[in-house]
């Protein structure tokens, strides 16, 4: 019988539907024994979970609960299968990203500000703010109190399970979507990503949804920002090193463009970094993906995953096979 690990810090319940033919064990951060398991589920916060690891014995395959696993590989060693989540974080992380467009192009962070000072005439700052922000300096009338998603230029910066669903929830605006990934593919149309450089000036907005690797590391850097054009929106739902966080930082401030970030480097962001404070920004701590649905979704994957790997089926989710 599998002795399948699992951390303590979720209900029990969870893993009700697992395979009989496995023996559920649950993991605490705070170990003060080895224990001995065929399968490891990890808690969700690596923290929590690289003080569980030393006190592992015998694991072969690591079935994580979120679709990074940037920190596993060196953890656990290459003679362990690893397999992600992928398909778990699509909904939540693809409305966050849609939401987060939508609050930045209808300028709710400055009608918040707004609606904290109670002061109704204020709202004439948006005017100001839409011709700073996209050089569109035309006497429209009526004065401009935010913008439109239809009909806008999206790059998609990353085509996977997540960069689909973010195009599904896009498509009711009727966006030019223009999709990037590691190589090129046909139905539908998706650049490859040594084209980034010469489709980022003609997009409206970027969406960075791609994992964190060697290859992707400061993907976007002084030279793309330069690239963008003036009042370009950059939404990152995906990982922080994707973008270099200086060049993030001197291009907010310049006016150039605007951004909405769900995940930063360094991370967790430092208090009195100088992201906290940056014009045109839309910050939130890396929740895109905490729903409530989101733990039944990825144990589902993960018991899913589990079955297979029983029956001997090749494994849907590895993205590292034992040596």
Same mark, same amino acid.
């Given at each position: 019988?599998?002795?399948? /690990?699992?951390?303590?810090?979720?209900?029990?319940?969870?893993?009700?539907?697992?395979?009989? &033919?496995?023996?559920?064990?649950?993991?605490?951060?705070k170990? *003060?024994?080895?224990?001995e398991?065929?399968?490891?589920?990890?808690?969700?916060?690596?923290?929590?979970a690289?003080r #569980?690891?030393?006190?592992?014995?015998g694991?072969?395959?690591?079935?994580?609960?979120?679709?990074?696993?940037?920190? +596993?590989?060196? @953890?656990?060693g290459?003679?362990? @299968?690893?397999?992600n989540a992928?398909?778990?974080?699509n909904?939540?992380t693809?409305?966050?990203?849609?939401?987060? $467009?939508?609050?930045?192009?209808?300028?709710? !962070?400055?009608?918040?500000?707004?609606?904290r000072? /109670?002061?109704w005439?204020?709202?004439?700052?948006a005017?100001?703010?839409? #011709?700073?922000?996209?050089g569109?300096?035309r006497? %429209?009338?009526?004065?401009v109190?935010?913008e439109?998603?239809?009909?806008?230029?999206?790059?998609l910066?990353?085509? /996977?399970?997540?960069?689909?669903?973010?195009?599904?929830?896009?498509?009711?605006?009727?966006?030019?979507?223009?999709?990037?990934?590691? =190589?090129?593919?046909?139905?539908?149309?998706?650049?490859?990503?040594?084209?980034? *450089?010469?489709?980022l000036p003609?997009? &409206?907005v970027?969406? %960075? +949804?791609?994992?964190a #690797?060697?290859?992707?590391?400061q %993907? $976007?850097?002084?030279?793309?920002?330069?690239?963008?054009?003036?009042?370009?929106l950059?939404?990152?739902?995906a =990982?922080?090193?994707?973008?270099?966080?200086?060049a993030l930082?001197?291009?907010?401030?310049?006016?150039?463009?605007?951004?909405?970030? *769900?995940?930063?480097?360094?991370?967790?962001?430092?208090?009195?970094?100088?992201?906290?404070?940056?014009?045109?920004? %839309?910050?939130? !701590?890396?929740?895109?993906?905490?729903?409530?649905?989101f733990?039944?979704?990825?144990?589902?994957?993960?018991?899913?995953?589990l079955? =297979?790997? $029983?029956?001997?089926?090749?494994l849907k989710?590895?993205?590292?096979?034992?040596i």
């Amino acid at each position: 019988m599998l002795r399948v /690990g699992y951390p303590a810090t979720l209900a029990a319940e969870l893993f009700s539907r697992f395979p009989r &033919e496995v023996e559920l064990i649950a993991l605490s951060d705070k170990l *003060d024994r080895d224990v001995e398991i065929d399968v490891w589920i990890p808690d969700p916060y690596p923290t929590r979970a690289l003080r #569980t690891w030393p006190h592992l014995r015998g694991v072969q395959l690591v079935l994580a609960l979120m679709a990074g696993t940037e920190w +596993i590989p060196a @953890t656990v060693g290459p003679h362990v @299968t690893i397999c992600n989540a992928r398909g778990a974080h699509n909904i939540s992380t693809a409305e966050w990203t849609l939401a987060a $467009i939508l609050a930045m192009l209808k300028y709710h !962070p400055l009608y918040h500000d707004i609606q904290r000072a /109670g002061v109704w005439k204020r709202r004439f700052e948006a005017t100001a703010y839409y #011709t700073r922000i996209t050089g569109d300096a035309r006497p %429209l009338a009526p004065p401009v109190m935010l913008e439109e998603l239809t009909g806008k230029n999206v790059l998609l910066v990353g085509y /996977g399970a997540i960069g689909k669903e973010i195009e599904r929830m896009l498509s009711p605006f009727n966006v030019n979507m223009v999709r990037i990934a590691r =190589r090129a593919r046909t139905e539908p149309l998706v650049h490859p990503v040594s084209e980034l *450089d010469n489709l980022l000036p003609h997009a &409206e907005v970027v969406v %960075l +949804i791609l994992p964190a #690797t060697a290859e992707t590391s400061q %993907l $976007i850097g002084p030279r793309q920002f330069a690239l963008m054009s003036q009042g370009t929106l950059l939404v990152n739902s995906a =990982r922080g090193p994707i973008v270099d966080t200086n060049a993030l930082v001197d291009a907010l401030h310049t006016g150039r463009i605007r951004a909405a970030l *769900d995940v930063t480097d360094p991370e967790p962001l430092p208090e009195g970094h100088p992201l906290w404070s940056c014009p045109n920004l %839309l910050l939130t !701590p890396h929740v895109a993906g905490s729903s409530p649905q989101f733990a039944p979704r990825a144990v589902k994957v993960a018991a899913d995953e589990l079955r =297979r790997y $029983i029956a001997g089926e090749p494994l849907k989710n590895a993205v590292q096979i034992a040596i």
